[in-house]
């Protein structure tokens, strides 16, 4: 298992993916607003900066793309495609997209038809890059490993990007059963803390996750790919994680 970091886009790009390659195993690389916009991304810069560490590509996570405005969406898909593009010129093989629920007046099953419309040309944008393309469940109604199972049904090759985090506000943490139902199609994980309401982006042990438990129900599905600390507190915070996490994760 590889923990890595991701790289601050409101700081320096190179600065950022300089400082993720020194401390972690690998970089959680997302290009957005408002220092790592992808269409203004330098290329080459960026290689020489990450040189041979893996990546994994992530995008801005309030892009509309569940909107029932199909113009909003389509700009969406503008924007996702832009950091496609970025993506599979840095040699990045995956990289994800967030649900989107963020106008919450729109009743549940419009709000996932929304949301496949944008999720299956999604999936084929990335897939003539040579691209994997995973959706990250957020808070709520695609957390809920019913509705999940739904979206993967229809869309066969969409992948799932797992934030432990995001499974634990308003109910109880899902993650056992989405790592159950869809070991198959996670391909990434994020990590952090929180107390049940809001992604308060935590140092593990702060919130209330029960990380024993969360850390053995994915370690038991066989999972050995790559885990980010999406903690935003600070970066003595994340080293501190990263020697918690790779103890706790060796002990299950």
Request: net charge positive; aromatic share 8%; glycine share 6%.
């Amino acid at each position: 298992m590889l923990i890595g970091s991701m790289n601050n886009p409101n700081n320096n790009l190179l600065k950022e993916v300089k400082r993720v390659v020194r401390d972690f195993d690998f970089l959680d690389l997302t290009l957005e607003m408002p220092k790592a916009r992808p269409e203004k991304v330098n290329i080459r810069a960026l290689k020489a900066a990450i040189g041979k560490t893996p990546v994994v590509g992530h995008t801005a996570w309030y892009l509309p793309i569940g909107s029932p405005f199909k113009e909003l969406r389509v700009y969406a898909l503008d924007e996702l495609e832009k950091g496609a593009e970025a993506f599979e010129k840095l040699s990045v093989k995956t990289f994800n997209v967030h649900f989107d629920t963020s106008l919450g007046i729109i009743d549940h099953e419009h709000m996932i038809e929304f949301n496949l419309w944008s999720l299956k040309r999604l999936v084929s944008i990335a897939r003539k890059r040579g691209l994997d393309l995973m959706a990250e469940n957020t808070p709520g109604l695609f957390s809920n490993p019913n509705v999940l199972e739904k979206v993967f049904k229809k869309l066969p090759k969409l992948y799932l990007h797992l934030d432990v985090a995001h499974a634990n506000i308003g109910q109880k943490n899902t993650t056992p059963e989405l790592v159950k139902r869809f070991s198959k199609r996670i391909k990434h994980i994020h990590i952090s803390d929180n107390h049940g309401k809001e992604d308060e982006h935590l140092p593990l042990g702060k919130g209330s996750i029960d990380w024993n438990a969360m850390l053995s129900a994915v370690k038991k599905t066989g999972f050995d790919k790559t885990i980010t600390l999406e903690v935003f507190t600070n970066t003595k915070d994340l080293l501190i994680d990263k020697s918690k996490l790779r103890k706790m994760w060796d002990k299950i």
